[in-house]
């Protein structure tokens, strides 16, 4: 029974790590760059709950305004600091990006303080079936992770919009003289990263309901890495990614030998992949032309 | 064997099931100007890029003055003696024009100078360096870009930096010369010049050129030999003139 | 003529080789003997100290950022071990050989000889990965360094509580300090000044006409890692001097991404802006605590991050191109010094654009470096004639 809780920790865990790794896998296959604050918008998303719980004590709109806020602050950021770098060397967008991310921890620490906050969203109690017991949060986790990932591989396979992301994925020069708006559809992908991640912030608060400026970088650092060991870039490499490090994640900290050495596992086996197969699970093969 | 400077043995390469090249077999003579044509996607900077070692030949063999070189890797490649330019240029664009070319002098075994002697500043090491910017100026001087050599690459206007990038390879004291498309989005001017900026290179250095480029007048003007590619396939060989006037070669490039 | 003015023009930068080594050892020399005459507070000395670390750490970072061109985020990764392998050994030494320079050395040579391994190691898949997967592996290292000794036991390094080193005499650490700085300059700086610098900054430049020229690859970067780390190793050796205790918690990213503020606001590959900004960031870091507390004393950071973002921008944007070629320091100072590359011009200026004739597509030459991770193309159609 122990190990089926762990089981179902582990999916729903990888789910939110799904969630926050399709963002970083979405950015980089359209605007080829990495967002290293992809997982302070996390943060930002928790804090909107946080006040929004404080102001009127309705979870959903707290929950409706932590996805309109991050949206439009994702679609700001890209305009404002990674706009201007579109052509610039990598490493320059790369650096920029953890700038933004220092600057939103910084800036929330300025607001909120940096002692950790409760938030309460909403007491879901306990499912038992039979001898088995598990949390009712990892099961409407889980179910809103498959919802979710549901809606967007859909959106990205039928509708216009989705398949001209597909379209700058693959080539963005070609896109555009396809006649496809190249920006509207980076925004529109820093927008769908941004609400995932503020869904992916609500889950973690029901979780662990407290919050502080750095509430982002952990998940977002392990989000990183299941996306780069699905593939990074590809859409169900971050589903596969983030569920398999939920599992891992899970499973390890069940061992004692091994549990406080959790975050170190995780990033070995992360170096692991990049050495064997650097393109990780789904990823798609790179190389530049001579 | 020992009468070509270069050949290749039935050499070929597939991408996954696509044969990109097969059974290429070039025999290229001291000192020769030697031409690769073929319309776009017919294999010849895959050709180039097997030679150096950027990809790895997947059937046959190709030999350097009798030495098989396949499957060595590109700095072993260059060091025996095969130099190369790019088709899109790639110069170091940060450097100065003399920097570049000192960077392809750095390789050869005459200006050897270990890091432990660079870092200590020993004697060795400044002798080496001015050695070294001698070279550089000499090769300069060559290719008419002395005045320039403190520009940044960068900054210097499209025909020089193709010369830039054959002095460079130059520099690596080759064998043969590998070009792509040397004469690519130059001018007529530009292109007379190149032709005999490339005669010079070999009467002076004694080089044996292998070059692709799709302008045919200057294949015309400037190769003893040809080999014509499409799609990865040998479609004609020989003296330059007689190639040319090989119906195959007019239906490749002209159509029926 | 020509030569006349290629001769002043070497006198000058014969000169300019040698300035920041003066000035370093100028300041030192002023503070010891400020120091030894009792002159000196022991918040200046631990200024002084901290400066000397930050100094090391950029430099060593400016080398695989500013060189090589490969991003690492676990530079407090390599620093951590040194940290805690030299204080260690220092700890261990101590009952034997007393708190002496003799120690001091043999903790310094142990913690960067192993951050140097484990730089080498960190730079086999740099053979491999590139760009940012490469900055992924780095912060993972820094992560696992981090997560490691967190969980080791008390008796062996500590563990969550840290480990506790030897205090050494703070009057005399400093100088030490500077000598190293002077040394790991000299190292540095001579190295990039020579066949070898060129061809680390080719192979940041365009690795494939690098490998095309003869350049052994390989060989360069996993040199540059293990310098680089060796450095940041020391850095750590003497953190551990300088705090008395270690504690990995504060070898994190963040103090990875502080090292790389540094650098990046010194102008990425230039040695001598890498040490005033890591002074000057130092400097403002403990005299801003003072002055900034509790949560207020995130407002310096919030400042790093914008001054980060807003360097990065203008030095890279594109359509600042222009503005960068009218307004920037180098233009202003030209006169008193000689014009040098500036590394932090990349990708603009690509030849003349209007000299460029319209057979090879526009779009094929923009795309040659700017993304060095593109798909597989194939030729692009091109007339025929």
Redo the contacts between chains.
């Keep these: 029974m122990d190990i089926i809780t762990t089981l179902i920790n582990g999916l729903s865990m990888g789910g939110v790590y799904a969630m926050i790794a399709l963002g970083y896998t979405m950015v980089?296959g359209i605007a080829?760059m990495?967002n290293f604050a992809h997982g302070d918008i996390i943060m930002v998303g928790g804090y909107t709950i946080l006040v929004f719980m404080n102001f009127s004590g309705m979870p959903l709109l707290a929950i409706a305004m932590a996805v309109i806020c991050c949206v439009i602050l994702g679609i700001v950021i890209e305009k404002v600091?990674y706009k201007?770098?579109?052509?610039?060397?990598?490493?320059?967008v790369?650096?920029?990006t953890?700038?933004?991310?220092?600057?939103l921890?910084?800036?929330a620490?300025?607001i909120f303080?940096?002692a950790p906050k409760m938030v309460n969203i909403v007491d879901l109690g306990l499912l038992q079936i039979g001898s088995l017991k598990i949390q009712m949060y990892t099961v409407l986790t889980l179910i809103c992770t498959i919802i979710v990932m549901t809606i967007l591989t859909l959106f990205v396979k039928y509708t216009q919009t989705g398949r001209a992301m597909i379209a700058v994925s693959?080539?963005r020069?070609a896109a555009q003289l396809m006649g496809i708006n190249v920006n509207k559809i980076i925004t529109i992908t820093f927008a769908i990263g941004s609400a995932l991640a503020a869904l992916a912030g609500l889950f973690y608060l029901l979780k662990s309901p407290s919050i502080s400026n750095t509430f982002g970088?952990s998940p977002g650092?392990k989000a990183?890495?299941a996306a780069?060991i699905g593939g990074?870039g590809s859409i169900p490499g971050a589903m596969l990614g983030g569920i398999l490090l939920g599992l891992v994640e899970n499973i390890v900290a069940k061992i004692p030998v091994l549990s406080?050495?959790v975050?170190?596992i995780e990033?070995?086996i992360?170096?692991i992949i990049?050495?064997v197969k650097?393109s990780g699970f789904l990823g798609?093969k790179?190389?530049?032309?001579? | 064997m020992a009468d070509y400077l270069m050949e290749t043995k039935d050499l070929g390469i597939s991408f996954g099931g696509l044969k990109a090249v097969q059974a290429l077999n070039l025999s290229i003579k001291k000192n020769q100007l030697y031409g690769l044509v073929g319309?776009?996607?017919a294999g010849k900077?895959t050709v180039f890029n097997m030679l150096?070692g950027?990809y790895k030949p997947t059937f046959g063999n190709f030999y350097l003055d009798g030495e098989n070189l396949t499957g060595k890797n590109?700095?072993t490649i260059?060091?025996k003696g095969i130099?190369?330019t790019?088709q899109?240029?790639?110069?170091?664009?940060?450097?100065?024009v003399i920097?570049n070319v000192?960077?392809?002098?750095?390789?050869r075994p005459e200006?050897k100078?270990s890091?432990l002697t660079?870092?200590?500043?020993l004697p060795h090491?400044f002798r080496?360096?001015r050695e070294?910017r001698e070279k550089a100026k000499e090769l300069l001087r060559i290719f008419d870009l002395e005045d320039d050599r403190n520009n940044?690459s960068?900054?210097?206007?499209?025909?020089k930096?193709r010369k830039l990038e054959i002095a460079?390879?130059m520099?690596?004291n080759p064998k043969l010369l590998l070009l792509d498309e040397p004469a690519?989005?130059?001018?007529p001017n530009e292109t007379t010049e190149l032709m005999n900026t490339i005669r010079l290179i070999r009467d002076k250095f004694d080089m044996t050129i292998l070059l692709i480029e799709?302008?045919?007048?200057f294949v015309s003007g400037l190769c003893d030999e040809l080999t014509v590619l499409n799609f990865g396939t040998v479609l004609a060989q020989g003296e330059t003139r007689q190639v040319l006037n090989d119906p195959n070669v007019i239906k490749a490039?002209i159509g029926e | 003529m020509v030569i006349n003015n290629q001769r002043s023009r070497l006198s000058r930068i014969k000169w300019n080789h040698f300035a920041n080594y003066i000035v370093i050892a100028l300041s030192t020399t002023l503070f010891s003997i400020l120091s030894f005459s009792g002159n000196l507070k022991i918040s200046t000395i631990y200024l002084l100290e901290k400066i000397s670390i930050s100094i090391l750490l950029a430099l060593s970072l400016s080398l695989v950022?500013g060189f090589l061109?490969e991003?690492s985020?676990g530079h407090a990764g390599f620093m951590c071990v040194g940290a805690y392998l030299g204080g260690k050994t220092a700890a261990l030494l101590e009952p034997i050989l007393g708190n002496g320079i003799l120690t001091f050395i043999i903790a310094i040579a142990v913690g960067g000889a192993v951050a140097a391994v484990c730089g080498f190691v960190i730079g086999l898949?740099a053979l491999?990965?590139k760009?940012?997967?490469l900055?992924?592996?780095t912060?993972?290292?820094g992560?696992?360094v981090k997560?490691?000794f967190?969980?080791t036991s008390a008796d062996t390094f500590g563990g969550a509580l840290g480990l506790k080193t030897p205090r050494y005499n703070r009057e005399y650490l400093f100088i030490y300090a500077f000598i190293i700085v002077i040394v790991a300059l000299?190292?540095i700086q001579?190295?990039m000044r020579?066949?070898?610098?060129?061809?680390i900054?080719?192979i940041?430049?365009?690795e494939?006409?690098?490998?095309?020229?003869?350049?052994?690859?390989t060989k360069y970067k996993l040199?540059v890692f293990l310098v680089s780390s060796l450095f940041a190793g020391i850095a750590g050796v003497l953190y551990s001097y300088s705090n008395f205790q270690v504690q990995s918690a504060k070898f994190g990213?963040?103090y990875s991404?502080e090292i790389?503020v540094m650098v990046?606001l010194g102008g990425m590959?230039n040695i001598n802006g890498s040490i005033i900004a890591a002074t000057l960031i130092t400097f403002l870091n403990l005299k801003l605590a003072t002055v900034l507390t509790g949560?207020?004393a995130?407002?310096q950071?919030?400042l790093?991050?914008?001054l980060?973002?807003l360097i990065?921008?203008y030095?890279?944007?594109?359509?600042?191109s222009r503005v960068r070629g009218k307004y920037n320091l180098k233009s202003l100072i030209a006169k008193v010094k000689k014009p040098k590359?500036d590394?932090a011009?990349?990708?603009d200026?690509?030849?003349?654009w209007a000299?460029?004739?319209t057979?090879?597509e526009m779009?094929?030459?923009?795309?040659?470096?700017?993304?060095?991770?593109?798909?597989?193309?194939?030729?692009p159609?091109?007339k025929?004639?």
């Design positions: 980089y080829k990495l600091a201007p770098l579109r052509g610039a060397s990598p490493l320059a790369l650096i920029t953890i700038g933004v991310s220092y600057f921890q910084s800036l620490q300025i303080g940096s693959e080539d020069n970088s650092i990183f890495t780069v990074i406080p050495y975050d170190a990033f070995s992360l170096i990049l050495l650097p798609k790179r190389r530049e032309k001579v | 319309p776009n996607g900077t150096t950027v590109q700095e260059n060091r130099a190369r790019f899109n240029i790639r110069l170091f664009n940060n450097m100065t920097r000192m960077v392809g002098l750095s390789s200006y100078c890091i660079s870092v200590l500043r090491h080496i360096e070294m940044l960068c900054n210097l206007p499209y025909g930096q460079r390879a520099a690596t690519a989005g130059m001018n799709h302008d045919m007048k490039y | 950022v061109g991003l985020l898949p491999r990965l760009g940012d997967y900055a992924i592996v912060l993972a290292f992560e696992i997560s490691i967190q969980n000299a190292v001579n190295l020579s066949k070898h610098g060129r061809a900054t080719a940041r430049d365009n494939i006409a690098a490998c095309a020229t003869g350049i052994n690859v040199i990213y963040n991404i790389l990046v590959g949560d207020l995130v407002l950071n919030l790093y991050s914008l980060l973002i990065v921008i030095n890279n944007a594109p359509a600042l590359v590394p011009i990349q990708n200026d690509k030849a003349y000299n460029i004739p057979k090879i779009d094929e030459i923009i795309s040659v470096d700017a993304t060095p991770q593109d798909p597989y193309k194939a030729d159609p091109k025929e004639k």
